[in-house]
């Protein structure tokens, strides 16, 4: 079990910089996200942390002790590909058991060992099947069983099921979630996919363009973005956003929508210049009386929810509401949005102010 704390950590490929300035702290035992868009240093962080790459500047602790130069033998981690490659010579227990005998470890104590992760990963009955047959699922379950064996400080996960379908997808993140629960080790996982890192983090990390936007626990990220690029990120449909220029109002909290105020007692008063406010779909709800108007564009129906765009004065609005609402395109409606769920962004710098 490990914490791990990166600070000011840089990287740069000769003139190209991939990773800005990084500072966080995962605790011991969490099982912590690197989300954001392709290209944005998610991958080279982990990288970082696990030793194969070095950072150009800055510090990565392991438990207090200082580890940034140090390559990744001398880590004591594991790392678990999104291509898991398999020796294909041997036979699942041979896979598993390949890091020990690596060791050195005595042939008794292996054969206890993998006979513990097998248990645990529910691959006993497939210890001695040739790895050439097995599904995709048995293969991650047997990468894993591999990494697992050796009792790792910490895990670092690279997309693991990037390469399954959607339906075993879901299924391997809910096993590999109650996994961690089970070992408590420490675990850092990339993913691109907003709602994976939501599904199964304690704690997210949003990068963009090599800089750390966010780090929090998944809630808060969701409801309190602090830049409007996570408010974009993370959400489907995202949070959306309505432009003004002026100012919220000092004294009462009023904002002109529609050029109409609308007080908003929660938002920094006195703020000024181009503004959003920042609401999502599901805090948007359909009300004839709402100084807001529009006219009704789109509609999309999701099951037990619809989502409904609206076009008005300050832009599109999504709002999702029951499928049960009875709403037609083309036709004009007021918008509410519930006051206490807007972020107020600064269209100049993209920033939350709170
Ligand atoms: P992806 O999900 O596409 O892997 P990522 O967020 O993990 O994206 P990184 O792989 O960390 O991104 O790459 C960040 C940037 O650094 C990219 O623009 C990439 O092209 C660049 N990069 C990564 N490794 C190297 C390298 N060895 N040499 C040069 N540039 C690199």
Known sequence: MAQIRIENVRKDFGAFNAVRSSTFTIEDGEFFMLLGPSGCGKTTTLRMMAGLELPTSGEIFIDGEEVGQKPASQRDIAFVFQMFALYPHMNVRGNISYPLKS????????????????????????????????????????????AIVRDPKAFFMDEPLGALDAEFREHMSEELRALHDRMGATTVYVTHDQLEAMQMGDKIVVMNHGVVEQFGVPQDIYDWPATKFVARFIGDPPMNFLDFDGAVSPGDGAVMLAETPVRMPDLVQGARGSLALGVRPEFVTLDDAAPLRGRIV???????????TVETAHGRIKARLPSATAVRTGETTGLRLDPRTITLFDNATGLALH
């Open 103 to 146: 060791q050195g470890m005595a042939k008794a104590r292996i054969r206890q060992k993998v006979g513990e992760v097998a248990e645990i990963l529910g691959i006993t009955d497939i210890l001695d099947r040739p790895v050439g047959g097995l599904s995709g699922g048995d293969r991650q379950r047997v990468a894993l069983g591999r």
């Open 298 to 308: 789109a509609t999309e129906y999701l099951g037990t929810t619809q989502i409904v």
